[in-house]
Each structure stands twice: as C-alpha cells, then as structure tokens.
C-alpha cells in the first residue's frame, strides 16, 4: 500500500510502549524541556538546528503535529516513567525519534533521525530501540527504504545505524555527511517484527502522564 501524506499524523493518539523507551506524540506539555535540551551548541551541531526561543520552540512544536510529511515521537524512559505512578512525561524525556517524507516522488522512502538528548540516558540503547519501534510503526503504512544521514564525526550514530542494519551509500563533503540506506526486503521486515515482537500500541491522550 502506497503511503498517502495524510496518514502521517496518525501518530497523534499513538503510545508505543517497549522495553527501554516509550514513545508518545510531541505535544505543548514536552517543549520547555525540548527547548533546554537544544540550548546546548553540541546538540544543535549533530542535528544541524539553528537557536530558536521558546515561543519558536512551541511554534515548531505545532508545526510537527501539523504537517503531513513528517512523523515524531518523544522518547521517555519507560523504566522511569513507569517507576511511579503519576509521574509527568517531562521529567522522563530522553530524546526524540523522527521521520520525514523527503521524496514526492517516491513515498516509500523515509528519512529518519534519533536524538538521545538527555545525557544520562545515552549508551543504554534507547536510540536503537526507539529506531526500530518508528520502523515498525511507518513500515504498516507502506513505507519499505530508509535513510539516515549523520554528520561524518558522529561515530556512535554511525555504528548504531549500522547494528540495524543500514549500509553506506553516499558521503557528504559538503555538508560533512554520510548517507545510509536500508531496503526493507522480506527477510528485513521478518527481522524487524523479531525484534520488536514486544512493543505494545495503547491510546494516547495529551494530559495523561502514565500508560493507558
């Protein structure tokens, strides 16, 4: 089935729940902690954003549940926020997980992006598994080639990739980049669902701070 744009913001009522990482929609509650996360210059560096203000920060926000070529998920630490009942989202933010139609002529093809913003909660493999529960999520709406594009000095990026098994296809001088690629052939799709046979789909609600 071919992806239609519309069917992007889907993810609006969406919570995928697996071992290590939660991921909800991006809503107004995550922005001020989002915003603290980009004040730092690295952070901005390896995902090549520019300094927004807050009130930029929500306008963007707003952009993301909107538009129809780009899906995002929130990552929380689920071992966090499930520790305690009533816990807000904000105080579990990992990261984020992104995905971004770059090609009108061709649907199928997604980029897609991960930040594990918060430093505590890097080298425990969130990244990895929030990459794979949004490949799960998009593949069932028709989309089978994934790219990433990571800056050339970003080695864990690169590995992690790697590990879910993307190939290079193209460097960057330019812009310092290299481009990795997966085809989601039968047997890939097969290892996907292996992988992510344990994530779980629930309703969202924008408010609620604990899985429904």
Known sequence: MALQAATMRLNQNILLLGKKVALVPYTSEHVPRYHEWMKSEELRRLTASEPLTLEQEYAMQRSWREDVDKCTFIVLDAEKWQAQSGT???????????????????????????MIAEPSCRGQGLGTEAVLMMMLYVTRLGLT??????????????????????EQVAVSSVFQEVTLRLMMSEPERQWLLEQTSYVQEKPYREGVSEPC
Do not use: W, Y
């Open 88 to 114: 807000s989202e904000e105080s579990c933010m990992a990261g984020d997980v992104n995905l971004f139609l770059t090609d009108l002529g061709d649907p199928s093809l997604g980029e897609i992006e991960v």
């Open 145 to 166: 080639k994934f790219e990433a594009k990571i800056g050339q000095g970003n080695e864990p990026s690169i590995r992690m990739f790697r590990k879910l098994h993307f």
